[in-house]
């Protein structure tokens, strides 16, 4: 099937079913084979789905199915009164889920017509032009940071007799390159009143904490603005902050464990001691510009 009927079936879609990695809580990814592309996976078809996911588990990889359709929602018609009058909207998953793809640095689609093999298409094909080059450009995503972390996280966490110790160390250091080089958020609480000021002194800001079922205490940090934004959910009082990650040290609250990259995905954590030795091995300068 050309890859142009391709991208038009995935972008007509209605209803789909994805794979998702539950060790990062993300869109499962993998490098294709042939290309190398690095893609996800849509089904058409919920029973091809799962037999695709039962044989990746027979593999020792580890993924959930989640279907993706539209959805009916009401939202306000003046988005200043949050209260008041509602307009019926349709949202559809497929195309959200799609539209996420550049900022975890995706750039194909795995698709599977009901009863067929999977084919592959570049995202390029699907998404309006231009849309990838743009997130790429744009400072508040960091995409080889996401997938690099993502590619880490399916490796690290499958069960020990399944994990390639040289791969996972060439992830790592593929990851804690980009790390160490990459500028992070965190999300502070101004001082009441200045939540809406231009510039905060952050030394009056409170900086919010994680407290896991047992009751360690991590930092959040956020590898782009989507992150942030997943963990914020709208909290008009929280503001974030992008940092160096060289710099990251000089924030810390008190008895934390350690820092959590994207408590909202990977959740990865970081204890203080790995920053000055990432920031030594990767040759980056503890004083950026």
Not at 198 to 222: A, M, S, T, W
Request: net charge neutral; proline share 7%; hydrophobic share 35%.
């Amino acid at each position: 099937m050309p890859t142009d009927i391709i991208a038009k079936k995935i972008k007509d879609l209605n209803k789909a079913y994805a794979m998702f990695s539950p060790l990062t809580n993300m869109p499962y990814v993998e490098c294709e084979e042939e290309n190398f592309y690095d893609r996800v996976r849509l089904y058409e078809d919920e029973e091809d789905a799962r037999k695709a996911a039962e044989e990746l588990e027979d593999d020792g990889i580890r993924v959930q199915v989640r279907e993706l359709k539209v959805q009916e929602v009401y939202v306000p018609v003046n988005a200043k009164d949050p209260q008041g009058p509602k307009k019926k909207m349709y949202l559809n998953h497929v195309r959200q889920h799609i539209g996420i793809l550049p900022f975890i640095g995706v750039n194909a689609v795995g698709y599977c017509p009901k009863g067929s093999e999977l084919l592959t298409v570049e995202l390029s094909g699907i998404l309006p032009e231009g849309f990838e080059e743009k997130v790429g450009k744009n400072a508040l995503y960091q995409p080889n940071l996401q997938l690099t972390g993502l590619y880490l996280m399916q490796e690290a966490r499958r069960k020990k007799e399944w994990v390639d110790m040289k791969h996972l160390q060439e992830l790592d250091e593929e990851f804690g390159s980009n790390l160490a080089k990459s500028r992070l958020f965190m999300a502070v609480l101004p001082p009441e009143g200045q939540e809406k000021e231009q510039k905060v002194n952050l030394k009056e800001c409170r900086l919010p904490y994680l407290k896991h079922q047992n009751g360690d205490i991590f930092f959040p940090l956020f590898s782009d603005i989507w992150e942030y934004q997943k963990y914020a959910r709208g909290n008009k009082k929280l503001r974030p902050i992008q940092i160096p990650f060289a710099d990251i040290t000089k924030f810390w609250v008190n008895d934390a464990k350690a820092y959590m990259l994207n408590p909202m995905g990977m959740s990865l954590p970081l204890t203080k001691e790995m920053v000055p030795r990432l920031l030594q091995k990767f040759g980056v300068s503890k004083n950026p510009s």
